[in-house]
C-alpha cells in the first residue's frame, strides 16, 4: 500500500505562537493513501498543532505541506476552504452543534461545497440529504437522526462527527484526541468505527491518541513527537519499553485499555 | 519593612496621587465648612471658589496631584502602605500588608477618613434637613396629594388604558426595529470574530460610538427628534430606538464573545466561510440569550417610554405630565395605578418568559 506516492507530505514544518511558544521544531514526514497513522506524544507536544497546520486551522511559521500536489502552506482565500472540505477533521470534544439535530449535524458537511444564501436558508439538496443519512447507518446512529445533538452520549456524538466529517467526501481524516474524553468502552466503539471508515471507504487515517495500547491495536504505522519534534517513526510492534521511557519520560508506566 | 520598591508601576502612582488629591480637597471643604458654621468670612470662600477659571482649577488640581504623587512616593518608600500599593502591587507584597489590621492601617484610615467625610459634604450638597422633613405645614400638604391620589379618580381609567396602550406600542415598535440592526452590528462589535487588524478597528470604532450612544440619555434623544419630527409619539419612539440599538448590540455582542470555541472549529473545518461559520456555529449558541435580553429590553423600553412621555414623547407619560401640571390629583393617581398595573405585568411576564427559556 505504501508504495505509492504520499498523499501528503510534510517538510520542515516549524510552527511558533504570537505569546512565542515554539509548538512544532522542524517536522517532516510523509503519509501514504490508506494509512493509519497515528501521532503520540504528551500533551503539549505539538500533536495538535500539528493537525490544525495541516487543514490551516493554523497558519504554519516556516516549512512545506504539500497535500495532494498542492502547497497547503500557500494557499489563500476560497482555495483554503476547498483544501479543508478534502480534509475531513473529528476532535476531543466532538465540536457538533448542540442545538441542531444530528441530521442537520452531518449535514453542515456539506457547508463547503454549498453556497452561502442556500445554506443560510438550509436548502440542502435531497442528495445531500441521502448521503448523511447513508454515513449516519455506517456509524449505526441512524435512528438518531432527529434528535438533538447534545442529548447524545459523547460516544454516539463522535460518531456524529465522524459521519460530518464523511459527508464532506474527505480524502484525508484527521482525528484530534478523538476518544480521550470517552470511557474504555466506548472508546474501543469509536476506534473500530475509524477503523472502518479507513479500510472500507479507503480514507486515509491521520490520529493523534496517547495510549499505547489503542496504538498497537489500529495504528499502521506510528510518529511520536516530543517536545515539537519526532523522535520515533515506524512500526507500532517496534515500539518497546526503551521507546515508550524516550516518549512520555522516565518512571512512566504503561496503561492498558481494554 | 523597608523594602524597596523594585519598579515604578505608574498605575499605583497615578491612582495613589489622584486618590490622595481627592481626599485631601475633601479634608479641605470639610474644614471650610465646620469653620464657616462659626464664621462668615469663611463661609464667603467655601462659595467663592467655583467663580475661578477653569484653567485656574485644572493648574490647581494638577499641581496638587503632583504634590500628592511624591507624598505617596515618600510614605512608600519608608514601608507605609498606600492604598494604591495595596491594590496594585504583586501578590507578596499584597499578603504582607494585608497583614496588618485595617484600621490600624494607613490606606485604612485614609479610607475611612475619606468616606466619612465624602458622606459630610454629601449630606450638605443636598442640604439634608431633619427640621424640613418634620415641617408640620410641609407635611399636611404633602399628606392632601397623597389624599388625591388615594382617591383615584377611575373616570379617567379608559383614556389612560389608551395612552398606555399607545405607550406600549411606541416601545414595541423601538424594540423590534431595533433587533435586527442590532443583530447584524452585534457580530461586528464582537472581539472574537473581528479578529482581522482591519475587522478591530472597525470594531473599535464601533464600540466606542454605541458607548457614546447608550451614555446620551433617552430623555435627551427625545427632545433632539422632537425637534427633528416634532413633538409626539414617534419622536419617543425614536429617541428609544437609538437607545435600544446601542444597548442590545452591547448586551448581544458580549453574549457572542461569550460562545465557546469548539464549534466554531468544528464548522470551520467542513470548509465553511466566514459568514457560514457564524450562522451555524455562533448563531445557534446565542439564539436564547438574545431572545431573553430582547424581551428585557422591551420590558425596559415600556418604562422609558413613560419617562420620555413627560418630555412630549406621547402616551401615558405626556397625559401624566398634563393632569400633574394642574394638580389634578385623583387623576394622576388613577394614571400611576395604570402604570404600576402595566409595570408589573411586563416585569412579572417577561421575567417569567426569561425563566422558561433556561
Known amino acids: 500500500m505504501s508504495s505509492d506516492k504520499p498523499i501528503l507530505s510534510v517538510r520542515n514544518l516549524t510552527k511558533t505562537y504570537d505569546n512565542g511558544v515554539q509548538a512544532l521544531k522542524g517536522i517532516s514526514f510523509d503519509v501514504y493513501p490508506g494509512e493509519f497513522l497515528v501521532i503520540i506524544g504528551l500533551s503539549g507536544s505539538g500533536k495538535s498543532t500539528l493537525l490544525r497546520c495541516l487543514n490551516r486551522l493554523h497558519d504554519p511559521t516556516s516549512g512545506e505541506i504539500i497535500f495532494d500536489g498542492t502547497h497547503v502552506e500557500k494557499v489563500e482565500g476560497q482555495k483554503v476552504l476547498n483544501l479543508r472540505k478534502n480534509i475531513g477533521m473529528i476532535f476531543q470534544h466532538f465540536n457538533l452543534i448542540p442545538r441542531h439535530s444530528v441530521l442537520s449535524n452531518v449535514m453542515m458537511g456539506r457547508l463547503g461545497s454549498l453556497g452561502t444564501l442556500k445554506s443560510l436558508l438550509s436548502l440542502f439538496s435531497a442528495e445531500d440529504k441521502e448521503k448523511a443519512m447513508s454515513y449516519l447507518k455506517l ?54 468505527y475509524l477503523k472502518k471508515v479507513n479500510t472500507e471507504l479507503g480514507i486515509t487515517m491521520i490520529c493523534n491518541l496517547h495510549f499505547l495500547s489503542l496504538v498497537r491495536q489500529y495504528a499502521t504505522r506510528v510518529i511520536a513527537l516530543k517536545g515539537g519534534e519526532i523522535v520515533y517513526q515506524g512500526s507500532p510492534e517496534d515500539i518497546t519499553e526503551a521507546w515508550f521511557e524516550k516518549i512520555y519520560g522516565e518512571g512512566a508506566k504503561e496503561v492498558h485499555v481494554n | 519593612m523597608s523594602t524597596k520598591a523594585a519598579k515604578l508601576n505608574p498605575k499605583r502612582v497615578g491612582f495613589d496621587a489622584i486618590f490622595f488629591a481627592i481626599s485631601l480637597l475633601i479634608f479641605f471643604f470639610v474644614m471650610t465648612s465646620v469653620v464657616a458654621q462659626f464664621s462668615e468670612t469663611f463661609a464667603f470662600i467655601s462659595k467663592d471658589w467655583a467663580a475661578l477659571n477653569m484653567s485656574s482649577l485644572f493648574l490647581g488640581f494638577g499641581a496638587l496631584v503632583f504634590l500628592c504623587a511624591g507624598l505617596c512616593l515618600l510614605f512608600n518608600s519608608q514601608g507605609v502602605a498606600t492604598l494604591g500599593e495595596y491594590l496594585f502591587s504583586n501578590s507578596s507584597r499584597k499578603q504582607e500588608i494585608a497583614h496588618q489590621p485595617f484600621l490600624k492601617s494607613f ?79 452585534s457580530f461586528l462589535c464582537a472581539k472574537n470574530i473581528m479578529v482581522h487588524p482591519v475587522a478591530f478597528t472597525f470594531y473599535a470604532t ?13 430623555l435627551i434623544w427625545a427632545i433632539i427628534f422632537s425637534v427633528w419630527v416634532g413633538i409626539g409619539p414617534f419622536a419617543g419612539m425614536l429617541a428609544l430606538l437609538i437607545h435600544s440599538i446601542a444597548s442590545l448590540a452591547k448586551q448581544y455582542s458580549e453574549i457572542v464573545e461569550g460562545v465557546s470555541d469548539g464549534p466554531i472549529e468544528g464548522i470551520r473545518s467542513t470548509g465553511a466561510n466566514a459568514v457560514q461559520t457564524v450562522w451555524f456555529a455562533v448563531v445557534p449558541q446565542v439564539v436564547l440569550p438574545y431572545i431573553a435580553f430582547t424581551i428585557y429590553r422591551w420590558d425596559i423600553n415600556v418604562r422609558m417610554a413613560t419617562i420620555i412621555g413627560l418630555v412630549g414623547g406621547g402616551g401615558i407619560g405626556t397625559l401624566l405630565i398634563k393632569y400633574q401640571g394642574q394638580g389634578m390629583w385623583p387623576e394622576v393617581g388613577c394614571i400611576i395605578i395604570v402604570i404600576a398595573a402595566v409595570v408589573w405585568l411586563m416585569d412579572t411576564s417577561s421575567a417569567y418568559i426569561r425563566e422558561a427559556l433556561k
Open chain 1, 139 to 192: 456509524v449505526g446512529i441512524e435512528a438518531k437522526a432527529q434528535i438533538r445533538a447534545d442529548q447524545l452520549s459523547g460516544g454516539q456524538q463522535q460518531r456524529v462527527a465522524i459521519a460530518r466529517a464523511l459527508t464532506q467526501n474527505p480524502k484525508v481524516l484527521l482525528a484530534d484526541e478523538p476518544v480521550a474524553s470517552l470511557d474504555p468502552a466506548t472508546c474501543h466503539v469509536v476506534m473500530d
Open chain 2, 107 to 185: 490606606y485604612g484610615l485614609h479610607l475611612l477618613i475619606t468616606f466619612a467625610g465624602t458622606f459630610y459634604l454629601s449630606a450638605i450638597a443636598t442640604g439634608a434637613s431633619f427640621y424640613e422633613l418634620t415641617d408640620p405645614d410641609g407635611f399636611a400638604g404633602a399628606m392632601n396629594l397623597f389624599k388625591g391620589l388615594i382617591n383615584a379618580n377611575f373616570d379617567l381609567l379608559p383614556l389612560a388604558i389608551i395612552e398606555v396602550i399607545e405607550t406600549i406600542f411606541i416601545a414595541f415598535l423601538a424594540t423590534v426595529i431595533a433587533i435586527p440592526i442590532a443583530f447584524v452590528l
Open chain 2, 206 to 218: 464601533m464600540r466606542t460610538l454605541l458607548n457614546i450612544t447608550r451614555s446620551v440619555e433617552p
